[in-house]
């Protein structure tokens, strides 16, 4: 429950139960944290809440996650998936979300097969002999197998409109201490889907986490910013400014060109705001040729030799809609 009351705050929704963006459930689990569902269990009888439990953002603090990756491909699933890191995906529906057989989903002949929602699962393993994601749903355990189902690596390429793969919860407060007390606080490390950079503003006095930005680089050209969020209530205080800088000076040092990933909800919320990001960071913005982002940036001499698009993933089609929602709600089309 904490989660996505939480995230429909952050994108400004609430009460409305309207679901929220994967990003925003990732922003919420680095910056507010995670609480275990014992502490507020779900009640699915009503929305919005009547009351919240005090004390939910100081135990969730405790359990923040340090970074999160964005999944493109149906080989990083994979990668990920081996590397004992679920992926949370989000797909265009069908009908047959309804009730398949089995919990096997089948994979839409076409697009007049789409029905127009969006919905979130946690993809759990893979089968390379079936070509196919065993995956967890959140309609209860009267739906598919239990309430496990699969999806094809087809409908992951072709429908698929976001997937992140996300570090376990730990106590930041303990892991950054060691960073020293200043505020502005950069770290990298390798994963199953390569480097991650983080540059981030934490306030080591109230615990929190002010700003962050995140790269990745593996074997594309380009130092992949994948993630630059600011809390609303630190957006006043030239905190985006001092990450570009600090993304513009890590691309000298790797040497690699950056090229910025623009998340549909960001160019909804505020179309301005990634315009003045790709601004501080000195790239141009264009249009993207994946589902997963709105707009792409990279330098203006870059675009003519690298380009826009993203080396490993598959065009697909851009939908709107909020994929995550309540646990056990049942939409008007029968699905959350």
Known sequence: MYAYLRSTQLEGTYPDDAGCHIITAMRVAAGWGCLRDYRWPFDTSTWPPPHEPEGLDERAKQRRILFYQRVRTCEEVKVAIASRQPVL????????????????????????????????VLLLSYDAHQRSFGFVNSWGDGWGDRG??????DYFERFGQEAWMMDAPVNLAVEF?????????QWGMWTALGGVHSLEHYDHENDVRLAWALAREDGSPCLEVEEL???PGARSAG????????????????QKPLRLWVPPI???????????????????????????ASHVGLGAPVWEHIGGGDEGAQPRRRQSGRPVRRAGIRGPTGRD
């Not at 201490?177 to 606080?185: D, H, R, S």
Request: net charge negative; glycine share 8%.
């Open 229 to 231: 969020f600011v809390r």
């Open 177 to 185: 201490k060691e960073l020293g007390p200043e505020p502005a606080i």
């Open 89 to 120: 995906a989000a797909f265009l529906t069908t009908a047959e979300w309804d009730a398949p057989e089995k919990g096997v989903v089948p994979t839409p002949r076409g697009e007049t097969d789409l029905d127009g929602g969006v919905h979130c």
């Open 148 to 153: 496990l189902g699969r999806v094809g690596f």
């Open 266 to 292: 960001d160019a909804e919320m505020d179309p301005d705001a990634p315009v003045a990001v790709a601004r501080l960071l000195e790239l141009e913005l264009r249009p993207s040729p994946v589902a997963w």
């Open 239 to 254: 905190l985006a400014r001092d990450l570009c800088a600090g993304l513009r000076e890590l691309s000298e040092i790797r």
